[in-house]
């Protein structure tokens, strides 16, 4: 089997910031064509996005995806909803732990695996204020201990 190529398009950095990531899945996305061509463009944002699960299938909301310029009548509404596409046992494990408490689906990135769309869903638990606090002050002593270590092979 030959490698595919992955081209990423959109990442959601604030997931990472705001939850801890237990689990990540690879899910297809149902999209129209000019969606697609849109989002070739890499006019995509999932910034702002949640999944949710109802009656056993996936779904994203809040994901923008601009209107394609050449699109007229065909275009979409840009942040409707979408539907994601996993397996039967996929949906059924993430519906067990999403019923937990504290646990979350966020989407982590879109890309191109390919010619398909794929979105990176990721199982979460929410941060309290004091991880976020943690996180900022390690990043911090890294950056700080990174910039000596600079120096002095100056």
């Known amino acids: 089997m030959g490698k595919e190529s992955t081209k990423l398009i959109a990442n959601n950095k604030k997931a990472y ?6 689990d990540k899945y ?3 996305i149902e999209l129209f064509g000019t969606e697609v061509k849109s989002i070739r463009m890499g006019k995509c944002s999932i910034k702002e996005a949640f999944i949710r699960i109802e009656k056993g299938e996936v779904y994203i909301y809040g994901m923008h995806i ?3 310029e050449k699109g007229n009548i065909f275009n979409k509404d840009p942040l409707r ?3 994601l596409l996993l397996h039967r046992a996929e949906i059924n494990r993430l519906l067990a732990k999403a019923t937990e408490k504290g646990y979350t689906l966020v989407p982590l990135q879109v890309y191109f695996k390919g010619s398909l769309v794929k979105v990176e869903v990721g ?3 929410g941060k309290k204020l004091y991880d976020k606090r ?5 990043k911090d002593q890294k950056r700080e201990i990174e910039r000596e270590f600079k120096q002095t092979f100056r």
């Open 66 to 68: 601009n209107p394609y």
């Open 134 to 138: 943690d996180d900022i002050s390690k």
């Open 17 to 22: 910031h705001d939850y801890f990531i237990e």
């Open 123 to 125: 199982m979460a638990r």
């Open 26 to 28: 690879e899910a297809g």
């Open 81 to 83: 909803v979408r539907k």
